[in-house]
């Protein structure tokens, strides 16, 4: 079984200024994915990065990048030069083993204050 | 836009009915995944089918029940509706089985009154 937990309902930042948005996840599997997923307003669900556990370099994608600690089951999101229309609730979710279902945390909730 | 089409948007009945949820998924995709979104239980997975089969499930009530067609697309079948059921359902669609991510539709807002 798979557990994803996201310590922080609510997160703020300035316009231009860098967040981190945290999640630890627990899993047996020895094979898995780490995902960080978008939902504005929209409801619509949107992949921002995801990241191979037996790879040892963190993900990166434009403004959004990982800290991706294997031994400590963390997997932080940090978005730099914050812009408004990255407010949003940010789910973390992991997948593995024989399916690729995905669980996912509770979601953070972010606010981009201009 | 995913790829991944739903429908309906939204959807108002009342308790005791049936409904049915609609989902294609993108172009080549074999795998379909339902998931339901409520505000005290956040988002669960339902079901997953895999080229016509289903392969794995989670949190699906008995009531509800799901089918991949021949040509792909998944129906959800909601029926014996109560005021919980209310929520987002989401349909994602994947490659295959592994390592690749999910693309979501834009979900389908469920009222039950």
């Known amino acids: 079984a798979q557990t994803v937990t996201q310590s922080q309902p609510e997160m703020s930042v300035q316009e231009a200024e860098t967040v981190t948005l945290s999640c630890t996840y627990d899993?047996?599997?020895?094979?898995?994915?780490l995902f960080w997923y978008k939902q504005p307003p929209s409801r619509q669900m949107i992949l921002v990065i995801r990241?191979?556990?037996?790879?040892?370099q963190n993900a990166t994608e434009n403004r959004f990048s990982v800290n991706f600690q294997k031994a400590a089951k963390s997997f932080s999101l940090k978005i730099s030069d914050s812009q408004l229309g990255d407010a949003a609730m940010y789910f973390c979710?992991?997948?593995?083993?024989?399916?690729?279902?995905?669980?996912f945390g509770k979601g953070t909730l972010l606010t981009v204050n201009p | 836009d995913s790829g991944v089409t739903q429908t309906p948007k939204h959807l108002i009945t009342a308790t005791g009915q049936r409904v049915t949820l609609r989902c294609s998924p993108r172009?080549?995709?074999?795998?379909v995944y339902w998931y339901q979104q409520s505000l005290d239980q956040g988002l669960q997975f339902l079901i997953q089918?895999?080229?016509?089969?289903?392969?794995a499930k989670g949190n699906i009530l008995e009531r509800f029940s799901a089918q991949q067609f021949p040509d792909l697309h998944s129906e959800l079948n909601l029926s014996s509706l109560e005021l919980g059921d209310s929520a987002l359902y989401f349909c994602?669609?994947?490659?295959?089985?592994?390592?690749?991510?999910?693309?979501f539709g834009n979900g389908t807002r469920l009222t039950v009154t």
């Open positions: 979710a992991s997948s593995g083993g024989s399916n690729y279902k995905l669980t």
């Open positions: 899993t047996s599997e020895s094979d898995y994915y």
């Open positions: 990241q191979e556990a037996y790879k040892q």
């Open positions: 172009s080549g995709d074999l795998s």
């Open positions: 089918y895999y080229n016509g089969e289903e392969r």
């Open positions: 994602a669609s994947s490659p295959g089985l592994y390592n690749s991510p999910l693309h």
